[in-house]
């Protein structure tokens, strides 16, 4: 059974910094071989695609988080993790990661725009001005 575990959400001033992981479980194992991805949304709003990763090489982002946020994922411990630097109010959201596989092969089709079956419940980052 695909299990996703999210945890490290919090609260944080404007220019802090938050690590989120979600941690998979042993049937996803290894989640390198899962197109991954981390999604958001806030209240009022639509969800929306932050990062996504495949086989530890292919990443993708969202404009909104290029160069603050960096999605990687640790086979071992089967965890994905988004490190997210220079936080902003508008990072304020409900943060979700998200699964798709296995699949092997080339990951260049892994984006925010795949379809994702397996998804975690969630873990709340607020962002003060």
């Known amino acids: 059974q695909v299990q996703l575990v999210e945890s490290g959400g919090g609260s944080v001033q404007a220019g802090g910094s938050l690590r989120l992981s979600c941690s998979a479980s042993?049937?996803?194992?290894?989640?390198?071989?899962?197109?991954m991805g981390w999604f958001r949304q806030a209240p009022g709003k639509e969800r929306q695609g932050v990062a996504t990763?495949?086989?530890?090489?292919?990443?993708t982002y969202a404009d909104s988080v290029k160069g603050r946020f960096t999605i990687s994922q640790d086979n071992a411990a089967n965890t994905l993790y988004l490190q997210m630097n220079s936080l902003k109010p508008e990072d304020t959201a409900k943060y979700y990661c998200?699964?798709?596989?296995?699949?092997?092969?080339?990951?260049?089709?892994?984006?925010?725009?795949?379809?994702?079956?397996?998804w975690g419940q969630g873990t709340q980052v607020t962002v003060s001005s």
């Open positions: 990763i495949f086989g530890d090489r292919f990443t």
């Open positions: 998200a699964a798709n596989g296995p699949y092997s092969g080339s990951g260049s089709w892994c984006s925010v725009l795949t379809d994702f079956p397996y």
């Open positions: 042993a049937s996803m194992y290894p989640s390198s071989s899962y197109c």
